[in-house]
């Protein structure tokens, strides 16, 4: 059973940094190309960074671009994701994906890419 659970979620204020961490099991890890996905208050999923197998390549939503870095650790199944320089925009749940989100249109994200119970991230003054 695929399972997948992120952390490190909290409320920031902005300018400031968080970094999340998925703790993945049930699959090989390693074989897989992983994928953040969130979803802002009131809108659907949305992709922000895909990483793939050995860490190559990595795709970032223009959004996040130079802020937001994903890695990820096939040793340990963990994958991360570094948020520097937030914003009130970068506030929703964060989700860990097991699927290469950039294949998919945003409508059917839900429906393509497992994810776990997911993370808040609240960016406020």
């Known amino acids: 059973e695929v399972q997948l659970v992120e952390s490190g979620g909290g409320l920031v204020q902005p300018g400031g940094s968080l970094k999340l961490s998925c703790a993945a099991s049930?699959?090989?890890?390693?074989?897989?190309?992983m994928s953040w996905i969130r979803q802002a208050p009131g809108k659907g999923l949305e992709w922000i960074a895909v990483?793939?197998?050995?860490?190559?390549?990595?795709y970032y939503a223009d959004s996040v671009k130079g802020r937001f870095t994903v890695s990820r650790d096939d040793t340990n199944n963990t994958l991360t994701l570094q948020l520097n320089s937030l914003n009130a925009e970068d506030t929703g749940m964060y989700y860990c994906?097991?699927?290469?989100?950039?294949?998919?249109?945003?409508?059917?994200?839900?429906?393509?890419?497992?994810r776990g119970q997911g993370t808040q991230v609240v960016v406020s003054s």
């Open positions: 049930g699959f090989p890890f390693s074989n897989y190309f």
């Open positions: 994906a097991k699927c290469p989100a950039t294949a998919y249109d945003p409508a059917n994200l839900a429906r393509m890419c497992p």
């Open positions: 990483i793939g197998l050995g860490s190559t390549p990595m």
